[in-house]
């Protein structure tokens, strides 16, 4: 076994690049076939065949859905029927170097965003990708692992704004039932627990470049943090969703240990819900339809259905279902069941790529050069500190006040994310195409750099509270196409200015004696499309920031919780829909406001929290 998976994991590695898998699934399995990995894929094998009736059906095996599904049936007397419409796991979902790769297999959903006025000019039609986990696992299959829970003031913000239950002392026992920490000198916090299903840990490669990077900022005032615990404010080593420096996702964390036990628990992989089934004199939800394998399906849920389908498909299910703004609905000719502002807002964390800062240091920056048969072994016999361990390159994390940020002092208004690479790190392929950059940004600002294997880093610079307020809608009523999605990214002018004070502090800490000691110095390439600018003013900058716009991927809001009176509300505290019976929302798509974090973690305490609900109404 072990040796199997060597050589194909190698010849993966070696190619150095996964070809990409193409979303039909007999296509996939040749693909597949064709780089000897059929049989380490067991997509076809891993789904039961689907009774009537369940009391709970969960649709869509995400985060949220995969704590979800797991919970609900720790209790024997429920029938728990998970449904999802990618595929499962193999072991290249678990190597976290490989991050990026991820986002060219049948993994991803590949949405794209409708063409942007006012950003992603980096991309062909100004169109920006917009990635989601379509696999058992969903998003946190696919994800860069970031563990991030959020401050205090965001979970407080949704209690205040009509969601009891939900301040961050609610949250908080929630997000700690679900971790399992094992992070260096926190082993006492309060803030972490050593006995939930998801691991969270170090990240156990670690380049010379992060440690003086971590010194450098400490030396421009920012204090080492845990910026899950007491304050954000500050510097840190990355915490992430690894056991062992393998990725954790949501199956491997609470699917993959009950499986073999939990009967009452059945899994359907490879299968795409189409529509809630409601009665629309109760407005009560009875089942879901379903396709698989090109058969048509109606399964009955006696107690509840849940969406657990994330930001873009939970809303796409409801108004396919009859649920969502009335005019969009009479549009595509779904009739109205319940006139509701599903879709109408999303708000996402969009960043900015770069800057990047060469360095005097030799080794300490990932290539794709250094993906050789002795690391892959390594790997494999079980270490976990080689570079494929590395968690996508991101390596620390800095969460900064800007003069511009409206957020209070204890608030941080920036992150930094500091990476170990760049565009590249992986010859301009993966990562490039993962964030729809056009060729040219490789060729005229990176290509250099893979040539003469020079050793840099770079910052993806994010903001937390955008101005900027996107939404999504359905052009059609095929439930097999995508729902549009319009970001509008940077339509609000201050989004740029908090992004560009973000750069300008990356900058000032690269000046700092820990940083200068490596000979640190910004990579002065211009932007393709900035060039008319002169380098590095804040007007360049502006500029770049519209042009190498790239999402960190955190929409939320498209079904948002709160007060059936605020009409711009899709559920109530409970995660119901409102004004309809036994049919809840449970992902990142009721998350109300745009969080100060990553969202990941915020999806396993939805689950967890979503799970203790439902148990204490139906028990
Ligand atoms: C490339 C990328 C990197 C990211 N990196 C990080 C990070 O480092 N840290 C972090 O905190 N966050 C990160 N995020 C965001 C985070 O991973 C997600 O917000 C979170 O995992 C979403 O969880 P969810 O449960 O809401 O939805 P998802 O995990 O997306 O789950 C939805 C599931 O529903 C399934 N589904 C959808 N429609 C249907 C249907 N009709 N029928 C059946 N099944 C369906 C999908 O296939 C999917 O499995 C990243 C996101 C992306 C895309
Ligand atoms: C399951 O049902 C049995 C019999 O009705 C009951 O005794 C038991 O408490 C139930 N278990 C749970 C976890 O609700
Ligand atoms: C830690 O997680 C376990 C398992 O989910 C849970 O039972 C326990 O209450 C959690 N501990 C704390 C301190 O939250
Ligand atoms: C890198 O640059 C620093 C600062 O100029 C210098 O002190 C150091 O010796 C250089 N290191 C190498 C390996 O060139």
């Given at each position: ?112 965003s ?5 950003a992603c ?7 920006c990708a917009l990635p ?7 998003t946190?299959?696919?994800n860069y692992?970031i563990?991030n829970?959020g401050n205090?003031?965001d ?156 930001a ?34 999303m708000f996402d964390h969009m960043c900015h790529f ?40 991101v390596?620390?994390l800095?969460f900064?006040?800007v003069?511009?940020g409206?957020s209070?002092?204890?608030q941080p208004d920036v992150e930094l994310i ?17 964030a ?23 910052f993806l610079i994010m903001h937390f509270k955008p101005a900027s307020v996107g ?16 970001p509008k990214y940077f339509?609000a002018?201050a989004d740029v200015?908090n992004l560009?004070?973000g ?42 920031i519209?042009?190498?716009s790239y999402t960190l991927h955190h929409q939320v809001a498209t ?29 990142t798509?009721?998350i109300?406001f745009p969080p100060t974090a990553h969202t990941n973690a915020a ?17």
């Amino acid at each position: 076994m072990e040796k199997l998976l060597l050589s194909q994991l190698l010849c993966l590695l070696l190619s150095p690049l996964i070809p990409p898998i193409h979303t039909q699934r007999s296509n996939q399995l040749d693909e597949l076939r064709r780089l000897g990995l059929g049989n380490v894929v067991n997509v076809p094998f891993f789904s039961d065949v689907p009774q009537r009736n369940y009391d709970f059906i969960v649709v869509g095996g995400g985060a949220a859905g995969c704590t979800l599904a797991a919970r609900l049936s720790e209790n024997p007397n429920w029938s728990v029927f998970l449904i999802e419409a990618g595929g499962v796991e193999n072991i290249v979902h678990q190597v976290p170097l490989l991050a990026a790769h991820l986002q060219s297999t049948a993994s991803n959903w590949g949405y794209n965003s409708t063409p942007q006025r006012h950003a992603c000019r980096g991309m062909p039609d100004n169109k920006c990708a917009l990635p989601r986990g379509k696999v058992l696992g969903g998003t946190s299959s696919i994800n860069y692992m970031i563990y991030n829970r959020g401050n205090r003031r965001d979970f407080d913000a949704w209690a205040a704004a009509g969601n009891p239950g939900w301040s961050y002392d609610d949250v908080l026992p929630y997000f700690l039932r679900s971790e399992h920490a094992q992070l260096q000198g926190l082993e006492q916090s309060p803030y972490h627990n050593r006995s939930g299903p998801l691991s969270v840990e170090d990240v156990r490669y670690r380049s010379r470049l992060a440690h003086a990077y971590i010194r450098a900022a400490q030396e421009a005032g920012h204090p080492r943090t845990d910026y899950n615990g007491e304050s954000q404010l500050g510097v840190s080593y990355v915490q992430a969703t690894t056991l062992k420096g393998r990725r954790h996702s949501a199956f491997r964390a609470y699917i993959e240990p009950i499986r073999s036990r939990r009967r009452n628990l059945h899994i359907l992989t490879l299968a795409r819900v189409t529509r809630v089934l409601i009665d629309a004199a109760s407005k009560s939800a009875y089942g879901v339809e379903l396709t698989h394998q090109g058969r048509s399906f109606k399964v009955k849920a006696r107690k509840e259905v849940i969406l657990s389908a994330g930001a873009f498909n939970s809303p796409q299910l409801l108004m396919l279902s009859g649920i969502g703004p009335e005019d969009n609905l009479k549009a595509i000719g779904v009739p109205l069941i319940k006139a509701l502002p599903v879709g109408k807002r999303m708000f996402d964390h969009m960043c900015h790529f770069g800057p990047t800062f060469v360095t005097n240091t030799t080794g300490q920056t990932l290539f794709a050069a250094q993906l050789g048969a002795p690391v892959v072994k390594e790997f494999l016999l079980g270490r976990a500190d080689t570079i494929l361990s590395s968690i996508g390159g991101v390596e620390t994390l800095t969460f900064i006040k800007v003069p511009s940020g409206k957020s209070p002092a204890s608030q941080p208004d920036v992150e930094l994310i500091q990476v170990a690479g760049s565009l590249a790190s992986d010859d301009g392929t993966a990562l490039a195409k993962g964030a729809n950059f056009k060729p040219e940004i490789y060729e005229k600002m990176y290509k250099d750099l893979t040539l003469t294997q020079q050793d840099h880093f770079s910052f993806l610079i994010m903001h937390f509270k955008p101005a900027s307020v996107g939404r999504l809608w359905l052009h059609n009523r095929n439930p097999l196409e995508w729902p549009r999605i319009d970001p509008k990214y940077f339509s609000a002018a201050a989004d740029v200015e908090n992004l560009l004070e973000g750069i300008k502090e990356a900058i000032r800490i690269s000046q700092m004696p820990a940083m200068q000691a490596v000979g640190t110095r910004l990579l002065d390439k211009p932007v393709p499309g900035c060039e008319s600018y002169e380098f590095a003013t804040d007007d360049y900058w502006r500029c770049s920031i519209r042009t190498l716009s790239y999402t960190l991927h955190h929409q939320v809001a498209t079904c948002r919780m709160g007060a059936e009176s605020d009409p711009t509300t899709v559920v109530n505290p409970q995660l119901q829909v409102h004004g309809m019976r036994k049919l809840r929302v449970v992902d990142t798509s009721i998350i109300p406001f745009p969080p100060t974090a990553h969202t990941n973690a915020a999806a396993f305490m939805i689950g967890e929290k979503a799970a203790d609900m439902i148990r204490s109404e139906w028990s």
